[in-house]
T-cell receptor, first 116, second 111 residues
Framework: AQKVTQAQTEISVVEKEDVTLDCVYE???????LFWYKQPPSGELVFLIR??????QNEISGRYSWNFQKSTSSFNFTITASQVVDSAVYFC?????????????FGEGTQLTVNP | DVKVTQSSRYLVKRTGEKVFLECVQD?????MFWYRQDPGLGLRLIYF???????EKGDIPEGYSVSREKKERFSLILESASTNQTSMYLC??????????FGQGTRLTVV
């Protein structure tokens, strides 16, 4: 069975600090996809990144970066020089192929608060 | 732009009522999902569908059923609403193993 764990329930930082959100997953598949989503106070989930299991290259997009390590089953997300607008709930998710369809499983989410 | 539309943003229903939550997507996606979101529990999968009339149970299907008669529409049904089903309900759609796109959510209150 697939599982995603985000051990950090809440994180609070001061603006301009760097912050890393942890994500650990479990799967029996050799081919799977990992995602990060952001949920701002408005409520709608916003897609941030998708990574497949064969691509362990780290990715950087502006102030955001992702570190995928298959050996530790982790897909961590770092925000550099955080801003107040980064305050949101962040979800990590795993898509695993089943005999019928692809199931998408989410972690519990991490509430990030960036204080001015 | 991908659009996933949930029929209501806010809904208040009485205990014992049959409740229908509707979700429509306009991108011809095979997969559609229903989640509920509760504080501290993240998004929990209720049901998903990978094709018309095909469905699979998620982690918390008890008390719910679904219907997918057309590819673009996926309905979540609460057969007899109870107060513990008060929650935020989120619908999503995706192509096979691709990025899922979410609707705006329906906040359901059962009184």
């Amino acid at each position: 069975a697939q599982k995603v764990t985000q051990a950090q329930t809440e994180i609070s930082v001061v603006e301009k600090e760097d912050v890393t959100l942890d994500c650990v997953y479990e799967t029996r598949d050799t081919t799977y996809y990992l995602f990060w989503y952001k949920q701002p106070p408005s409520g709608e989930l916003v897609f941030l990144i998708r990574r497949n299991s064969f691509d362990e290259q780290n990715e950087i997009s502006g102030r955001y970066s992702w570190n995928f390590q298959k050996s530790t089953s982790s897909f961590n997300f770092t925000i550099t020089a955080s801003q107040v607008v980064d305050s949101a709930v962040y979800f990590c998710a795993l898509s695993e192929r089943r005999t019928s369809g692809s199931r998408l499983t989410f972690g519990e989410g991490t509430q990030l608060t960036v204080n001015p | 732009d991908v659009k996933v539309t949930q029929s209501s943003r806010y809904l208040v229903k009485r205990t014992g009522e049959k409740v229908f939550l509707e979700c429509v997507q306009d991108m011809d996606h095979e997969n559609m999902f229903w989640y509920r979101q509760d504080p501290g529990l993240g998004l929990r999968l209720i049901y998903f569908s990978y094709d018309v009339k095909m469905k699979e149970k998620g982690d918390i299907p008890e008390g719910y059923s679904v219907s997918r008669e057309k590819k673009e529409r996926f309905s979540l049904i609460l057969e007899s609403a109870s107060t513990n089903q008060t929650s935020m309900y989120l619908c999503a759609s995706s192509l096979e193993r691709a990025t899922a796109f979410f609707g705006q959510g329906t906040r359901l209150t059962v009184v």
